[in-house]
């Protein structure tokens, strides 16, 4: 019995497994209820009562030493499989691919910067709005096609909710809370009931600027104007003013810059004319201020608004716009560079 003992004992100390599975046969093969250590347990009932001390303390110390050993196989494996499998810490850093940001981001920020330059601060309002923010406080008439519902989203349960249709609900809600001067840059997401083409969209990008305070003319838009499309498009750039119509500003313009591509010379970006249009302005209608609760009589303002996707296509001649919203990162990728 003891010879026996002695030579399990040996074997154990020499086990080796280069493998979970192997190390789960060693532990059926010696600890398992069929395994030879249990066999040599069901045997001790058999060893003479004088030796039953002596052999009782050499097979615990053999069953102790076979769980260390299988343990110990098991962690080194363990171990092993972790050191040949897929982390290496050895090796360098894998090149992370960093992102890029869109190009609509990309050319708000050049924007919003240029008007933080002069002054202005940034003001955003939520793109879920009410009929008064979006509309009434904006002057436009009851019957006014753009409260019409082939060109708004309504919500269904609430018609005097809408997805807004443009930024300037944002102006409403400044000048309903701070009183003049007030000289803000509205950027935001805005929605319009548009079958989706490569020259239209259910929803853009605007970003619109008010300006309000004593003594505000035609003048200083038309100067802050040109100086936006110097700073946005270069210092050669020149800027027209063509009369035009909104319900929210009284005279209205629509401004053009001179083409950027052919410099003017005509080419067929600008329909051989030279020009692009890039935004509507005007001076704020003493409506306006009185439907915000600011005194007309005192005050003085101008507002402007443009397409962010419209001032990208100029900038890098993205010939359809569904480009914007489709995330093909090669599209993305191509404004690396300008990030
Ligand atoms: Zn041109």
Known sequence: MIAKIQELLEEVEKLKASNLEEVEALRIKYLSKKG??????????????????????????????????????????????????????????????LGTRHPLTIVKNEIVDIFSRLGFTLAEGPEIEDDWHVYSSMNFADDHPARDMQDTFFVEARPDIVLRSHTSSVQARVMESQQPPIRVICPGRVYRNEAISARAHCFFHQVEGLYIDKNVSFTDLKQVLLLFAQEMFGKDTKIRLRPSYFPFTEPSAEMDISCNICGGEGCSFCKHTGWVEILGCGMVDPAVLEANGIDSSVYTGYAFGMGIERITNLKYQVKDLRMFSENDTRFLEEFKSAN
């Open 36 to 97: 030879s250590l249990n066999a040599l347990m069901a045997d001790f009932r058999n060893v003479p009562a004088e030796m039953k001390k002596e052999v009782g303390m050499k097979l615990n110390d053999l069953k102790a030493k076979a769980q260390e050993k299988i343990a110990a196989l098991k962690e080194a494996v363990d171990t092993q499989d972790c050191g040949t499998g897929e982390l290496d810490l050895t090796r360098t850093a894998y090149p992370v691919s």
